[in-house]
T-cell receptor
Framework: DSGVTQTPKHLITATGQRVTLRCSPR?????VYWYQQSLDQGLQFLIQ???????AKGNILERFSAQQFPDLHSELNLSSLELGDSALYFC????????????FGDGTRLSIL | LAKTTQPISMDSYEGQEVNITCSHN???????ITWYQQFPSQGPRFIIQ???TKVTNEVASLFIPADRKSSTLSLPRVSLSDTAVYYC????????????FGSGTKLNVKP
């Protein structure tokens, strides 16, 4: 158990819809990261928050947005969903930033029909 | 992060030692090297991290030559449960990075 909690575990929705993925980091961790992993693809870094502020941005689409709240949990919002957005979305957390070891959740599997 | 290059896949047999090499020719002075393991449909798991020479923990060893342009993850006496994808990352410990996991190395351990 990594201590990182992601909800929901599975999400099925239709094209054009909007969903919110939630992540609770390990106790004491200030950084939260979001990744996307499509079938048989590598992990794609989306975005990082540290203590409530956005700190690094990867290949995150404009249709996607995220935030980290004062209690340090984070949400990833995906809108105008397309078939290609079907993927596993992982959240990770770490104590600080930089190349600190990241602890990953079990992921949310998003299926777009 | 510094760009890294790993073999796409490797095969091994149970009980053997496996060495996975990662090339990072553009590693910077302040960069560290980190390895992760990922099983299908699970999030990656941190294995080991190092800066130079050799680091060992209960799971693996990490060998880094003096020029630091490559590193080798060594898994002693692998078992079937070590079948996974292994990722090498190189980056600064004190700056915000855009993390690049790449495709990793898919290790297939055979009985």
């Amino acid at each position: 158990d990594s201590g990182v909690t992601q909800t929901p575990k599975h999400l099925i929705t239709a094209t054009g819809q909007r969903v919110t993925l939630r992540c609770s980091p390990r106790s004491g961790d200030l950084s939260v990261y979001w990744y996307q992993q499509s079938l048989d693809q590598g992990l794609q870094f989306l975005i990082q928050y540290y203590n409530g502020e956005e700190r690094a941005k990867g290949n995150i689409l404009e249709r996607f947005s995220a935030q980290q709240f004062p209690d340090l949990h984070s949400e990833l919002n995906l809108s105008s969903l397309e078939l290609g957005d079907s993927a596993l979305y992982f959240c990770a957390s770490s104590v600080g930033y930089g190349l600190q070891p990241q602890h990953f959740g079990d992921g949310t599997r998003l299926s777009i029909l | 992060l510094a760009k890294t290059t790993q073999p796409i896949s490797m095969d091994s047999y149970e009980g053997q030692e496996v060495n996975i090499t990662c090339s990072h020719n553009n590693i910077a002075t302040n960069d560290y090297i980190t390895w992760y393991q990922q099983f299908p449909s699970q999030g990656p798991r941190f294995i080991i991290q190092g800066y130079k020479t050799k680091v060992t923990n209960e799971v693996a060893s990490l060998f880094i030559p003096a020029d630091r342009k490559s590193s080798t993850l060594s898994l002693p006496r692998v078992s079937l449960s070590d079948t996974a994808v292994y990722y090498c990352l190189v980056g600064d410990m004190s700056n915000f990075n855009k993390f690049y996991f790449g495709s990793g190395t898919k290790l297939n351990v055979k009985p």
